[in-house]
């Protein structure tokens, strides 16, 4: 197909074009925008500080809970986009809240980011193992944390698309 250099793309012809920065950037806000999320952490400090992270990001639409349980009760009943789960809590580990959504096949492809101050590649490799979509040592990027985020959201959205 030519197209004419003095005239700009339609609409039609838009789905050819390559993404660019600017548009990719403004793509990711969105998305981060309408995307609600759940932080779990057993430190209330810590569920603020990732809280205040996110809304930095333009994330508007934050939950929080502060323990395992609290998690498991608020996805099985609430939408949610994606969870960012810490490992070491008390009552339920992280570890044991992604071992439940694995036993449950409405939580099973759930998209979770592991946010933990741990920093033993064995924990990192059990998290993906049990189901967690990425994991993010403390204290984390801001840059890493929207790269990581879009990501998830973006790839569990293409899921979604694929059950229709």
Do not use: W
Request: aromatic share 4%; proline share 5%.
């Amino acid at each position: 197909m030519t197209t004419d250099p003095f005239n700009a793309p339609n609409a039609s012809d838009s789905d050819d074009l390559p993404l660019t920065a600017a548009s990719q950037s403004e793509r990711a806000a969105q998305m981060l925008a309408q995307a609600r999320l759940l932080v779990v952490d057993d430190s209330k400090m810590m569920r603020m500080a990732i809280s205040r992270s996110l809304a930095q990001l333009g994330v508007t639409q934050i939950e929080q809970a502060a323990n395992g349980i609290q998690a498991l009760e608020r996805l099985k009943s609430e939408a949610f986009d994606l969870m960012l789960l810490d490992m070491e809590m008390p009552e339920m580990t992280g570890l044991q809240v992604l071992a439940h959504m694995q036993d449950d096949p409405h939580l099973r492809s759930f998209p979770v980011i592991v946010i933990s101050g741990g920093q033993d590649i064995d924990d990192v490799v059990r998290c993906i193992e049990m189901g967690a979509q990425d994991y993010l040592p403390k204290p984390f990027s801001q840059v890493l944390l929207k790269a990581r985020l879009t990501s998830s959201i973006e790839k569990q959205r293409l899921r979604d698309l694929e059950r229709l």
